[in-house]
């Protein structure tokens, strides 16, 4: 079994968010990266769940510069046999797309997995694309995964109960919360972290179909106002005339 699994960085959720240059461009300065949880939790250790159960290989790629290498090699440190870095900046979410599809078709992965969505961007967009780049089936936001030789089968939300679905590889999928338990790489996987190959691939022509316009930061939350229990009339009175419905 040969699985390739999309790692991304996101800021860790305590870092300090600012912008620059007008708006358009995510401050880095005194940001602290993380491998992005849905990518590292659930994406990339159940693909390690699979080939430690039936055999294989177990491949990170991610679309970034030199600057994203420690959080690659923490995928290594957790399990992965080997990554690939796509040496150009990921702004555009079909930019990434089409480099690992390219990267996938020539390696004849039978699985391509990525995290349901990054914590920072939230778009949900890179699997999708990369199934319709490689004319593959495509199942989103799996919580459950088994496979039995060549077929897969997927548990995910649906309205009212849970939807099952069987697939042949090759596919694609997004691993959504439920689909395996966050594992902490320990000493000896950080050391043979070092020795195991990260291989940078130069990318395919393709060029970025979008741009930033701005960014804004949310508003400030409010103050939060307390009652006593003796202050039934005035939270009634509040609740009237000062609560905003949302």
């Known amino acids: ?10 800021p860790d959720t305590t870092s300090k968010i600012a912008f620059t240059d007008g708006n358009t461009k995510f401050d880095e300065n005194g940001v602290q990266y993380i491998v992005n949880p ?3 939790w659930y994406a990339l250790v159940r693909a390690l769940e699979l080939v430690e ?3 294989g ?3 990170t790629i991610t679309v970034g510069t030199a600057a994203d290498e420690p959080t690659i090699r923490k995928g290594l440190a957790i399990g992965a046999h080997e990554a690939v870095r796509v040496d150009a900046e990921a702004i555009d979410p079909f930019f990434v797309a089409k480099q690992i599809a390219e990267y996938a078709k020539a390696n004849a992965f039978d699985m391509v997995l990525t995290g349901k969505e990054t ?4 778009g949900a967009q890179i699997g999708g694309m990369v199934a319709e780049l490689m004319d593959l089936p495509y199942v989103s936001m799996a919580e459950k995964m088994d496979v039995a030789g060549t077929v897969a089968t997927l548990e995910r939300d649906a309205a009212g109960g849970v939807e099952i679905v069987e697939v042949n590889m090759p596919f694609v999928v997004s691993a959504s919360k439920g689909m395996a338990e966050q594992r902490i790489p320990n000493m000896r996987g950080i050391m043979a972290a070092r020795k195991k190959p990260l291989n ?3 990318p395919v022509a393709f060029e970025n179909t979008t741009s930033v316009a701005s960014y804004e930061l949310p508003d400030a939350k409010s103050d939060c106002k307390y009652f006593t229990v003796d202050q039934i009339d005035e939270l ?3 609740l009237h005339n000062e609560a905003k419905v949302i």
């Open 38 to 40: 849905y990518d590292e």
């Open 200 to 202: 940078v691939v130069a």
């Open 1 to 10: 079994m040969k699985l390739l699994v999309c790692i991304s960085k996101a």
């Open 119 to 122: 914590i920072n961007y939230n």
């Open 236 to 238: 009634v009175n509040a």
């Open 57 to 59: 290989t177990v491949t």
């Open 53 to 55: 159960a039936n055999g």
